[in-house]
């Protein structure tokens, strides 16, 4: 399936990086990206009129190709982000600074995994209100922004989607569209370009590290206090979930999570208790912040500040350790900025700790590859998946 991504010149875009982006994670679609110069004799784009003199101006390898998606800053008259047209669909991103801050290039993998998701829905598949999925109508256009970051199937999209007898080169396209929603979601939460890290080349390591429990994948909650809710519910279900998604099954391991609510009250310095008892005998420190960083811990000898939190202790032992035998190291963040009001009587207090949080961000970047979640439901989804990757790679069966 060929599909042409037609620029005009007007929109400053990376060509060569976006084409490399589309068909690296795309099996069954071979894309091909490239600028024009388009005369636009009106002011706006009118449908269809618009479409027929653009359609007839396309190459012949063009019209042979299968969609020709078009992408413009010019309006169309009745304010759509798009119309088609045979094969061909022009898209409007007029007025994107004011719709959101996400790059325009984020638009483009946005529009076009959303059109090619169209391809393979019935006619329910609409939704009129904004929920994040693919197939909303985006009546109200600055739902784009919750839309890439976003960037999915809702989960009754997608169970109607399953329930269908879809083709062969369906199923691939569906599995194509998944993994460019993924990385357009992952990019959006963080305000970045989807082009940021098109060289960066996975993490890879030789030797397999050993579980200290045979068939068994000890993992520990790491987090400061401002994610109760969180915290509860990797505690409570992380578990559970893991078994019922066949993780458990994939990996050919049992998943064990722990908290330092294991312990019992005792005598001592409360981290040092938790790293001895607890930290050392992991196989996956498994961290979350929110908003803070969280309370320093303290050397008992000298009173001086050791870590800057006793999360942020426990993450850095397992990714500062190099060697195999110590705990592994995963780190989420959430996604969204604190707001509070710059009358509140602890908006200092509040801004210090959200500065102190993104700055040990921003230490650790280079130590690991962290990921953002904008809910506690979307925390425990990737956060079992990603447990389940890092077993089956990293851990011997």
């Known amino acids: 399936m060929r599909i042409n991504i037609i620029i005009d010149e007007n929109l400053e875009v990376d060509y060569d990086k976006l084409e490399l982006l589309f068909n690296k994670h795309s099996k069954s679609i071979d894309f091909k990206v490239y600028k024009n110069e388009f005369s636009w004799d009106e002011e706006y784009i009118v449908y269809p009129r618009t479409h027929e003199k653009i359609y007839e101006s396309l190459s012949k390898e063009e019209v042979n190709s299968y969609i020709n998606f078009i992408f413009t800053d010019i309006q169309y008259i009745n304010n759509f982000f798009y119309e088609g047209h045979e094969n061909l669909v022009p898209f409007s991103l007029f007025d994107w600074d004011y719709l959101t801050n996400l790059p325009i290039e984020n638009g483009i993998l946005f529009f076009t995994t959303t059109y090619l998701a ?56 569906l599995e194509d569209l998944k993994l460019l929603l993924d990385l357009l979601s992952t990019s959006s939460k963080w305000n970045k370009s989807i082009l940021d890290d098109i060289k960066k080349e996975p993490f890879q390591t030789n030797k397999k590290r050993k579980a200290i429990t045979e068939k068994e994948i000890n993992v520990v909650i790491a987090s400061p206090g401002d994610l109760i809710e969180e915290r509860e519910l990797l505690i409570d279900k992380l578990e559970r979930k893991f078994r019922t998604d066949k993780h ?60 800057p939190s006793g999360t942020a202790e426990e993450i850095l032992f397992a990714i500062d350790n190099k060697n195999t035998d110590s705990p592994l190291g995963m780190v989420y963040f959430y996604s969204k900025p604190p707001a509070p009001s710059f009358e509140a009587e602890n ?51």
Request: aromatic share 8%; net charge negative; proline share 2%.
């Open 118 to 173: 169209r391809l393979l829905e019935n006619a329910d598949n609409r939704h009129y209100e904004n929920i994040g999925c693919v197939y909303d109508f985006l009546g109200d256009k600055r739902g784009v922004d919750d839309g890439m970051r976003q960037a999915s199937f809702c989960k009754n999209c997608l169970e109607s989607l399953e329930q269908e007898v879809l083709s062969e080169e369906d199923e691939k396209l």
């Open 248 to 307: 458990e099954e994939l990996c050919k391991h049992r998943l064990k999570v722990h908290g330092w609510e294991d312990l019992a009250s005792q005598n001592g310095y409360p981290q040092d208790v938790i790293n001895e008892r607890i930290i050392k005998n992991m196989d996956i420190v498994l961290a979350v912040f929110k908003h803070k960083l969280g309370s320093p811990t303290i050397n008992q000898e000298t009173g001086k500040e050791r870590f």
């Open 347 to 397: 908006y200092n207090k509040l801004k210090s700790e959200w500065d102190r949080l993104k700055a040990f961000k921003h230490s650790i970047g280079n130590k690991v590859i962290y990921k953002p979640f904008t809910s506690k439901e979307e925390l425990i989804e990737i956060a079992s998946k990603d447990l389940m990757k890092n077993i089956s790679e990293l851990f011997e069966k």
